[in-house]
C-alpha cells in the first residue's frame, strides 16, 4: 500500500513538472543555470518530504483498524512416546581416608625441609630434618665402643671354648658387649626420630612449619599429606531416592 502511494506521489510530481510547466525540470535542467538548478532540487526534496509525513500518518491508521496482525503465531509439532530421564542435583564433597597431619617426634630446630607443597612423595621418603643435639655423635661413640667390646668377647669365647681363662671373664665381656649393643639401639631409635618420613605414599598438600623453627612433640604440625589416588565422594542423599542410585 505505502509502494503504492509513493508511486501514485511520484506520478503526480513529475507530471506536475512536464515540458508544459516552465519551471519543469527538463526545463530547469536545459537552462544550464546552477542556482535555478539548486532551487528546483530543494522544492522536489521537500515534495518528497510532505509525502513522507503523510505516508507514516496512513501507516498508524492502518495499523490501528486492523487487528489480524494481532493474533499470536501458533506452532505445530508431533508428540512421540520417548523415555523421559529425570536427575537431581546432590552437592557433596570429594574425601579421602589417607589424609593426616605430620607432627615432630623429636624437639629441636627444624634443620631441612626437602618438598615443596605439590611434591609427590613414596612411603618411607625423607621429608624433614631435625636437629638432633648431637645425638648422632652419641650414637658414633657408642658403636665404637661395641665394636670394642664384641671384639673382645670373640676372643675371650675362642678361649672359653679352648678351656682358657675363667668363666667370669667371659660372662663379663658378653655382658659388656650386650649391653653396648642396647644403648646403641635405643640411641638409634631416638636419632630416627628427628627424621621424618611420609607414612605413606601421596602428595604434599601443605606447608605448615617453615624451615628454621623450633619444634616439639605435641606441638605445631609439619605438614599435610594426602593420598588422591584412593578418593570417593560423600553426599547427604533423600531417602526417596535411595532406590534409584545406581
Known sequence: MKQVLLLFALSFLIASCGESNPGSIESVIESGDLQLMRAKKTQVLQSYDSIGKVLTRLDAAIAEKDTLNTFPLVTAFTVNDTVFDHYIDIQG?????????????????????????????????????VDDGGLSSQVAQLETQYQLAKTTFERQERLWNQKIGSEIQYLQAKSNMEGLASSVNQLKAQLGRSTVRAPFSGEIDEIITDQGQVVAPGGQALMRIINLSDMYVKASIPENYLGSIQ
Open 93 to 129: 564433597s570429594v574425601e579421602t581416608d589417607q589424609n593426616i597431619l605430620i607432627y615432630p617426634e623429636y624437639q629441636g630446630l627444624l634443620t631441612r625441609v626437602y618438598v615443596n607443597e605439590g611434591d609427590r612423595v613414596q612411603k618411607g621418603q625423607l621429608l624433614a630434618k
